[in-house]
């Protein structure tokens, strides 16, 4: 994690450059009156100066730790709280209370291996971070994955497993999700699974392994509409 801070100041008017130049009419143009020293200013007009503002920007070397850093005040607001305003940070450096839509395929590098946190966005971005953290927060864990489609966290989920572990899933999931259990993830892994019935809650428990890693379960279930009780 690195910190950068940035100093904003207000730029000078052109007319009080004029002022400051302007000679009065009234005054001699002496070579005394133009060396003559200001008298320090009073206080009360000192502080009318208008102050330096800074802003600090952190930036992370991943997204995990992104994740942690930036969530870790969200765990004890409400539900209500969270959904509004988790990963909806107002922008750092100007201000805007609505994140804007990160729309860069790939992001600076200092040098290779080493960003703030993005590289290239299939990888993850800004915008996709903002979603992740919010479901994080909703959902109370500590890290969230978004995907771009259902098979890609379904496989995503299923490479949690090792080849000792047993995962038990509904024998109603959804079609493409069966057909990769039975054609590609068995076949290939050696990972053992069963496809059972869980509407009845003890059945469920009696297939439950010592190895047993992941319970899969999708309620209702399509197209027999199966709702296992959760």
């Not at 800074?54 to 991943?62: A, G, L």
């Not at 800004?126 to 489609?149: D, F, I, K, W």
């Amino acid at each position: 994690m690195a910190k950068y801070q940035l100093k904003l100041k207000s730029p000078k008017s052109s007319q009080s450059s004029k002022k400051s130049k302007k000679i009065s009419k009234s005054q001699p143009t002496t070579a005394s009156t133009l060396g003559e020293k200001k008298a320090p200013l009073s206080k009360s007009k000192a502080s009318k100066k208008k102050p330096t503002i800074t802003k600090t920007v952190v930036i992370y070397k991943n997204q995990s730790d992104m994740m942690i850093e930036q969530d870790k005040d969200w765990k004890k607001k409400g539900f209500a709280t969270k959904a509004i305003r988790a990963g909806q940070n107002p922008d750092p450096i100007h201000g805007g209370v609505i994140p804007a839509m990160d729309l860069s395929s790939t992001f600076q590098q200092f040098y290779p291996g080493e960003h703030s946190g993005f590289d290239y966005t299939r990888c993850g971005n800004p915008t996709v971070m903002n979603l992740q953290r919010n479901l994080c927060a909703m959902e109370g864990g500590n890290y969230a994955l978004a995907c771009n489609a259902g098979l890609a966290a379904v496989i995503s989920v299923l490479s949690l497993l090792g080849p000792d572990d047993h995962l038990l899933c509904i024998d109603d999931v959804y079609g493409g999700t069966q057909r990769y259990l039975r054609d590609v993830f068995g076949p290939q892994t050696n990972i053992a699974f069963d496809m059972i019935d869980m509407q009845d809650v003890k059945f469920v428990r009696k297939n439950i392994k010592k190895n047993t890693k992941i319970i899969w379960i999708e309620a209702p279930t399509n197209p027999t509409m199966k709702y296992p009780d959760i």
